[in-house]
Nanobody, 121 residues
Framework: QLQLVESGGGLVHPGGSLTLSCTASGYSLDRYAVAWFHQAPGKERQPISCITFYGRRTNYDDSVKGRFTISRDNANNTIFLQMNSLKPEDTGIYYC??????????????WGQGIQVTVSS
């Protein structure tokens, strides 16, 4: 089955940058839309960005627009989230999720385990 694994999290100071990666195994992400979700402590998981297979459609939540960039390397079955100008409220667990879809869907059926990002001075 398709498995997603996030990497690249950690501790960063406010204003800093971090890049998350999501790598698929077990199955190709060919023609899958992939999204990043953020779950702040004590809050529900929220979508923050999505990208279609060829990268010609991308969505960003207003909270990260202009600061985060989603991209993918289809040859290596990997999706990235470049996070710049990080704020303390960006702290939380980040998940990647995928669905076989030609557009960014409202829900996803494959999920990674999540990775912690902490923005603190």
């Amino acid at each position: 089955q398709l498995q997603l694994v996030e990497s690249g999290g950690g501790l960063v100071h406010p204003g800093g940058s971090l890049t998350l990666s999501c790598t698929a195994s077990g199955y190709s992400l060919d023609r899958y839309a992939v999204a990043w979700f953020h779950q702040a402590p004590g809050k529900e998981r929220q979508p923050i960005s999505c990208i279609t297979f060829y990268g010609r459609r991308t969505n960003y939540d207003d909270s990260v627009k202009g600061r985060f960039t989603i991209s993918r390397d289809n040859a290596n079955n990997t999706i990235f989230l470049q996070m710049n100008s990080l704020k303390p409220e960006d702290t939380g667990i980040y998940y990647c999720a995928a669905r076989h879809s030609s557009y960014c869907p409202q829900d996803f059926n494959y999920w990674g385990q999540g990775i912690q990002v902490t923005v603190s001075s």
